[in-house]
């Protein structure tokens, strides 16, 4: 019988199906692009590392740990690796790159893939460097260009399209160029104070055990009291896997919104289905059929369409994920090698079988309660108000639970998803709540004096049975996700958006020699730019707190203070007052102190006392490269780190750290990005070791990377449309008859097909405008709030984007609804007179 | 009393196609129907009743044979010229009553007019006083769903005279209701035809209702078996 029933509605009950199909493909393709970049992650698990074993310093190996790293024996190879800039002769760019100097045959697994590919081991032997493709690309370079690093230029032997272990977004932050290790002190880079990793890599042909060795590197550590980082392959292998696991489980949950987009699409359709339906069910209750038989048929005709939905969606999922990584392909540390995953296949046709049969549930279960009377009379209102509120409000239990349990298996934490769900239903929630009050506010207000059309267009949006509400949610989130996200970006970028002010600096030199700090201000004078900031800067770590010592703090796990905040390296400054971005919270500030007399007196910056828990009087003891110096905390002061300019977690009174050894940064504005180069590449020539930093390349770097990033969101974003789209196409399929009912009535009274193609697009473009308008007011606010609580500006809202998105859902909500009507304006008028049937 | 036909019909065929099957539902029908007058059209179920109707009406375009209604042939007129016509010069009343679900029965009354683009400021006396005829001054702002079968079809009879037809068909108007209800409904749409001197034409089962009719016409098997007429001896002419 259920067969019987379909078969007479079989391409309306497709469309119904289509939104479990989008959500569930959606879900699938994602699930397994997850499976298949996890075993990829673990087949190349050696190639993520390049080796078995990677010691690293940030000073060079001390004697007995270099004579213990010899010891292992094996196949070395070492890395010295530092920022610098880098100057192109050929054309005179200048950028800051990531320099490493190689030794040996590193990476021992996988390839450093170069162009031309035997650069790759050339550039050891003939003294050439190899450079990032992207920065060639950017300067317009080519393999056969110089590049200058420190005192050194060197032919480009080759470019570099891929470091294993190394995701291709890297080269954004710190392009990378490769020299080999015996030119590095001829390039006169390494000096006192500059930040230098240290990496030694190891392979063994013996499959040892490394556990021994990290237990002796970490002795070494407390002996020798220097950092010393080791990774194994496993321990990289978690890593990378867990920072993709979480990349997976985002994106499992946005595939999870469509799904959900999905089940409400098909809660809304086969609400409208079976509303049609009861007098079939009726009839059959007449005839003698129970009520678990009547709701059985339509049961099993939800339960084969969720499922053939979900096989669908499947099958379109599996051939999606092919498409995955061309979207993120640069942010991933491996080339993905896709397979099937069994696991998502399974999991995506329970899940739409789940989902559609949940969503259906209201409906189903209200048929029940459907009595036969109504194969007499017509039911005038929704079928859903047979059901008592306690059997409402224990379905909408069932789904909560439902969508919770399935967040919490996704993410593997209840809280995570359990705050999914609560965001779920205060968004769906929101949307509906705006949907309906516009809705309302619409209707009452509309002018009584507009053309027939355009009224009449209107009121088809409340014709019984509608789903105006389900669409404009649908949509309207589409919207919200869309202009939020644009939103958002402006924010973020009017806050980064410093280099544009016309006093705020754009030019920072940094790791600059106390002998060269006079000759580069004037350098700078000469160049007709002013000097806003040249402060010292001296390294140091904190070895003791409150008379503890930071490692037995560390160890203390009933120890709230934050880890990275003892282990870190302080680059602070010394000086007898405040600076304007600084402004006195706790105690008082001391501008000069004599070691020689005591402990003196520091200024925490609030975070930094928030995370060690810093309260005034505390004691503390650093190390300044070797030497200890006793202090205390003497006020804490709030620091506007968003200013470009040298800020400090730690600022010492003057006095204290003049002899130290110490680098200099200097801080200065160029007029336009001309002077800027201009004046980099003076000062690379005089000062090779000198860094700088341009802050409008590093907004560039900044734009380019959350212009990258935002793909997820708009994936979301585009599937809530599309599934909008599909709910759109099946609510229009649904209400077919009804529509051709009263086109061909209006006919029949004399209305022309242009009058009839005119209400059916002012009903649509009433749709899209108010679907656009609902997502809109909740962005706005979001935005607003987001705006005034995080971002802490006025939000302006971007004109263009409210526009653009506007029509372009209006437009999309136009087109698939007169797509899907072009059947409705092409009958005759004749068939109002004709019996409907379904 | 002689007067110029609103309606002629001159060999009329209609055919469908069902399968391999040619379907013959109307086969060389000619008649006419005078001003004024009021005509019905009677026969068992598929014979062709409906479909001579929607053809007189303007609602399909005939296989062979021409349809004149007053004056115009409309043959080779467009879709859309047909509905100008028929909203120029014809009522219509449905056994289902088919009112537009999402407006009031006061919207309901003023569509044929605003489909004609007259301003709903004008239209909406016109409305009101018509509705206030049928008996439904209190009623206005209710929507179909709202109202009783009986009170749709009163809304349905007040939007057939809006646009002062010349010429009114009624197809089953009393099907769907209740013998009390139906009179009502009859009773209205013969004085709403007096008082307005429009020409009534309606398809029914009902012989009672036929038989109020001053002409009735007999259909068979697509042809018209028998053309009876009452009161006032007509001038029509039959032909087969």
Redesign the interface.
Same mark, same amino acid.
């Given at each position: 019988m259920a067969w019987r029933d379909a078969r007479s509605n079989k391409k309306r009950l497709f469309v119904y199906i289509s939104a479990i199909i989008i959500g569930v493909a959606a879900q699938v393709a994602i699930t397994s692009f997850r499976d298949s970049l996890n075993t990829t992650i673990n087949n190349q698990s050696k190639e993520l590392l390049g080796a078995d074993l990677e010691i690293e310093t940030e000073q060079p190996f001390p004697d007995t740990l270099r004579l213990y790293a010899e010891s292992l024996g094996g196949e070395q190879a070492t890395i010295t690796e530092f920022p610098s800039m880098v100057f192109f002769p050929g054309n005179g760019a200048t950028r800051l790159s990531n320099i490493r100097a190689l030794e040996g045959n590193f990476p021992f697994y996988g390839i450093l893939e170069t162009r031309p590919s035997e650069a790759a081991q050339q550039f050891k032997t003939d003294s050439s460097a190899l450079v990032d493709q992207t920065l060639l690309t950017q300067f317009g370079l080519s393999v056969g260009d110089s590049v200058k690093v420190g005192e050194v230029t060197f032919p480009i032997g080759g470019a570099i399209t891929k470091v294993p272990g190394e995701a291709a977004a890297a080269s954004m932050v710190g392009p990378r160029v490769f020299i080999p290790q015996t030119l590095l002190d001829s390039t006169r880079l390494v000096q006192r104070g500059s930040r230098i990793e240290y990496k030694r890599y190891f392979k063994f042909d013996d499959n040892r055990d490394l556990e021994p060795i990290e237990a002796k590197l970490d002795s070494l550590e407390d002996h020798l009291r220097i950092d010393i980082d080791y990774e194994t392959v496993e321990e990289r292998r978690e890593e990378i896997g867990e920072a993709v696991g979480n990349l997976g489980k985002f994106l499992n949950l946005v595939g999870f919104i469509a799904l959900l987009l999905g089940g409400i699409g098909v809660a809304s359709s086969i609400h409208v289905y079976i509303n049609q339906k009861i007098s079939t069910a009726s009839v059959l209750r007449c005839f003698g059929a129970s009520s678990d038989q009547t709701m059985s048929i339509f049961l099993i005709q939800s339960v084969i369409l969720g499922f053939l939905g979900a096989l669908s969606g499947t099958l379109l999922g599996v051939g999606l994920q092919y498409l995955l990584p061309a979207l993120v392909s640069d942010f991933l540390p491996v080339d993905v090698e896709l397979t099937v995953s069994w696991f998502s296949i399974g999991l995506g046709l329970f899940t739409g079988t789940g989902v559609a049969l949940a969503f259906a549930l209201m409906p189903l279960l209200a048929l029940r309660k459907a009595s036969p009377l109504y194969a007499l009379r017509t039911l @005038?209102e929704s079928i859903t108000s047979l059901l008592s509120h306690k059997v409402k409000f224990l379905i909408y239990g069932v789904i909560v639970l439902t969508v919770f349990g399935y967040a919490t298996l996704l993410t593997e934490s209840w809280r995570v998803g359990g705050l999914f769900t609560l965001g779920m239903i205060a968004a769906f929630g929101l949307l509906l709540l705006v949907a309906r009050l516009l809705m309302k506010l619409v209707r009452r207000y509309f002018p +009584?004096?507009w053309?027939?059309v355009w009224? &009449?267009g209107l009121?088809?949006l409340? #014709?019984?049975n509608n789903q105006t509400a389900t669409l404009m949610l649908s949509l309207g989130l589409g919207m919200l996700l869309v202009s939020t996200l644009y939103f958002s970006q402006d924010m973020l970028m009017e806050e980064l958006d410093f280099a544009t002010r016309d006093d705020a600096p754009n030019l920072i030199f940094f790791d600059i020699q106390p002998d060269q700090n006079e000759g580069l201000n004037q350098l700078l004078e000469e160049e007709g730019l002013p000097i806003l900031q040249n402060v010292p800067m001296v390294t140091m770590r904190l070895d003791s707190l409150r008379g503890r010592s930071t490692r037995a703090i560390a160890e203390d796990t009933t120890s709230e203070v934050r880890g990275w905040a003892l282990q870190r390296e302080y680059r602070s400054t010394y000086r007898d007052s405040l600076v304007d971005s600084e402004t006195l919270l706790k105690g008082e500030w001391i501008g000069t102190a004599d070691p020689s007399r005591g402990a003196v007196p520091v200024s925490a910056a609030q975070e930094i006392a928030e995370d060690l828990e810093l309260e005034i009087g505390d004691s503390l003891t650093f190390d300044v490269q070797g030497v200890p110096v006793q202090a205390y905390v003497g006020s804490i002061r709030e620091v506007d780190f968003r200013r470009v300019q040298p800020n400090f977690f730690m600022l010492f009174p003057a006095g204290v750290l003049e002899q130290a050894p110490q680098i200099f940064v200097t801080v200065t504005r160029t007029p336009n990005r001309e002077v800027a180069a201009g004046t980099q590449q003076a000062m690379v020539q005089d000062y090779p070791n000198v860094s700088a930093i341009d802050v409008s390349r590093i907004l560039e770097t900044i734009n380019r990377f959350i212009d990258d990033i935002s793909f997820a969101i708009q994936f979301m974003a585009l599937f809530s449309i599309l599934t909008g789209l599909i709910v759109l196409a099946s609510s229009v399929a649904t209400s077919h008859f &009804?529509r051709v #009912? @009263?086109s061909v009535?209006? #006919? *029949?009274?004399?209305? +022309? %097909? %242009? &009058?009839i193609i005119g209400i059916l697009s002012v009903e649509y473009l009433f749709l899209g405008l108010l679907s656009a308008l609902t997502g809109l007011i909740l962005s706005l606010s979001a935005s607003w709030l987001l705006g005034y609580f995080y971002f802490d500006i006025v939000f302006v809202p971007n004109f263009w984007v409210i526009v653009i998105g506007t029509m372009l859902i209006t437009g999309l909500t136009i087109l698939i609804g007169m797509l899907n009507s072009r059947s409705i304006y092409r009958r *005759?008028?004749?068939e109002?007179?004709?019996t409907e049937t379904t | 009393m002689d007067s110029n036909p609103i309606l002629e019909v001159s060999d009329l065929t209609q055919q469908f196609r069902s399968g391999d099957r040619q379907l013959t539902v109307l086969d060389h029908i000619s008649f006419s129907v005078e001003e004024g007058t009021t005509c019905s059209i009677v026969g068992p179920s598929g014979s062709g009743k409906t479909t001579l109707l929607g053809l007189c009406a303007g609602l399909d375009r005939p296989t062979a044979g021409e349809v004149t209604l007053n004056d115009i042939p409309l043959g080779p007129l467009s879709e859309d010229e047909r509905a100008e016509v028929r909203n120029k010069y014809v009522g219509f009343v449905f056994q289902t009553f088919q009112l537009v679900p999402t407006l009031t029965a006061l919207e309901n009354v003023m569509v044929p007019l605003e489909l004609r683009g007259v301003k709903t400021a004008e239209v909406k006396e016109d409305a009101r006083q018509l509705l206030a005829e049928v008996g439904l001054e209190e009623r206005l702002h209710h929507y179909a769903t709202q109202l009783s079968g009986g009170e749709q079809q009163r809304v349905a009879i007040a939007r057939a005279f809006i646009n002062k037809p010349k010429i009114l068909f009624a197809d089953e108007p009393t099907g769907n209701l209740d013998t009390e209800t139906g009179g009502t409904i009859e009773k209205l749409l013969f004085d709403l035809n007096t008082i307005n001197g429009t020409t009534l034409i309606l398809v029914t089962h009902d012989l009672s209702l036929a038989e109020q009719c001053r002409r009735t016409i007999h259909l068979k098997n697509g042809a018209i078996e028998r053309d009876e007429r009452t009161g006032q001896p007509k001038m029509d002419q039959v032909n087969r």
């Open positions: @005038e +009584s004096h053309p027939y009224r &009449q009121a088809n409340y #014709r019984p &009804q #009912r @009263e009535l209006l #006919r *029949t009274m004399g209305a +022309s %097909k %242009k &009058q *005759t008028p004749l109002v007179l004709r | -």
